[in-house]
């Protein structure tokens, strides 16, 4: 596919400039998800339903991300109702979790579970809630389950999807930094290099199923976590920078004067969304994305990089339809324990940006 091309040794100018945001309002935003997502609470650590309905495990994400937003705001202020679900979904990751390490992927079969490559995304993201849990709280059952789902993945086949190796790097990087096994580093470079890496298009982004900016951004995620672990330097650094580069710039194309990004720059790929079959049938040409801020943030974090300005844009944007206590609530919030990541990693970084 022709598509124009972006810088792969400098970040862009910025298109807009944006205030920085009022802590306080962050911490809002954090709240009022937090009261949504009360509502979909079943009372053992998992929110919502099944995509296939009430008699099925909902998604193991919807606990993971939720975890992972509650660490995060705990690091800025104090909340007993948010350590006690933080709490209570750990407990529940470890209840779930497979004699291998890994967790299953409960979306779409309805009966056995076949190691297929979904379950790299169902894994990586409990492995990463249950080592936010062990930084926090010091408790060694935490690490030892991190430690299970990530050894299931250091023997995984690197799955032909992108995003979904991503997410595995991101959990090995982050499980390196607290082990500092081997190991998990060199599996981590070699799924990111050779599952991340391939077919990244001029304009720094990939066609197809990855043109949507949500998968676009767990992409930049897990570059941001193999850069973040790597000394100035290191071979694999210097290899992965321009694809980071040119990564963080078509995100950075992406994002609207309010914000917002675009949801989708493949038009082939937007025109399929259309069908009303299609699982992307919802989105609007331009959406909060909260894993696009989550990348943003980890880009920060990890590198030399400046986004601060792209961060506070989407920190600062209208809050998702339905999540600002006016829309109408979707019923499985399937993507609401992100936005609950995204706004607790939000307040995070704007405290310690002070």
Same mark, same amino acid.
């Given at each position: 596919m022709a598509t124009h091309s972006v810088p792969r040794d400098h970040l862009l100018e910025r298109q807009h400039q944006f205030e920085r945001p009022k802590p306080e309002d962050v911490?809002?935003?954090? #709240?009022?998800?937090?009261?949504?997502?009360?509502?979909q609470y079943q009372g053992d650590g998992s929110w919502g339903e099944s995509p296939l309905g009430p008699d099925y495990t909902p998604m193991y994400r919807n606990t993971a991300w939720r975890i992972v937003g509650y660490v995060n705001a705990l690091r800025v202020e104090d909340n007993d109702l948010y350590k006690q679900r933080m709490e209570e979904g750990a407990a529940y990751l470890l209840k779930e979790q497979q004699e291998n390490g890994s967790y299953l992927w409960w979306c779409h079969e309805t009966h056995g579970h076949p190691d297929t490559d979904h379950l790299?995304?169902? $894994?990586?993201?409990?492995?990463?809630?249950?080592?936010?849990?062990?930084?926090?709280?010091?408790? &060694?059952? @935490?690490?030892?389950?991190? #430690?299970?789902?990530?050894?299931?993945?250091?023997?995984? /086949?690197? $799955?032909p999807n992108n995003n979904y190796n991503s997410f595995s790097v991101w959990h090995l990087c982050e499980l390196y930094k607290v082990t500092r096994e081997e190991k998990y580093l060199e599996s981590a470079i070699h799924k990111n290099k050779e599952g991340g890496f391939p077919r990244q298009e001029p304009n720094g982004a990939w066609a197809g199923h990855n043109a949507w900016i949500f998968y676009h951004a767990i992409i930049i995620r897990g570059f941001a976590a193999? @850069?973040?672990?790597? /000394?100035?330097?290191?071979?694999?650094? &210097? &290899?992965?920078?321009?694809?980071?580069?040119?990564?963080?710039?078509?995100?950075?194309e992406e994002q609207r004067e309010n914000g917002h990004f675009r949801s989708c720059w493949d038009p082939e790929e937007w025109e399929k969304s259309r069908d009303p079959?299609?699982?992307? #049938?919802?989105?609007? /040409?331009?959406? @909060?994305?909260?894993?696009?801020?989550?990348?943003?943030?980890?880009? $920060?974090?990890?590198?030399?990089?400046?986004? $601060?300005?792209?961060?506070?844009?989407?920190?600062?944007s209208p809050m998702p339809e339905g999540l600002d206590g006016q829309g109408k609530i979707k019923k499985t919030l399937e993507g609401e324990g992100m936005i609950q990541l995204s706004y607790g990693a939000g307040m995070r970084w704007l405290s310690e940006a002070e």
């Open positions: 911490a809002e935003c954090f #709240r009022n998800v937090h009261q949504i997502s009360e509502a790299l995304f169902c $894994s990586a993201n409990p492995g990463v809630a249950l080592l936010e849990m062990y930084k926090l709280t010091d408790n &060694e059952k @935490y690490l030892d389950g991190s #430690r299970r789902a990530a050894d299931w993945a250091v023997g995984h /086949p690197i $799955s193999v @850069y973040g672990v790597l /000394p100035e330097g290191h071979e694999a650094k &210097e &290899e992965l920078k321009p694809f980071t580069i040119s990564a963080v710039n078509h995100l950075l079959d299609s699982h992307y #049938r919802h989105n609007k /040409p331009d959406i @909060y994305d909260p894993h696009a801020l989550d990348a943003l943030i980890r880009i $920060s974090d990890n590198t030399e990089f400046d986004v $601060s300005n792209a961060i506070y844009g989407a920190l600062g």
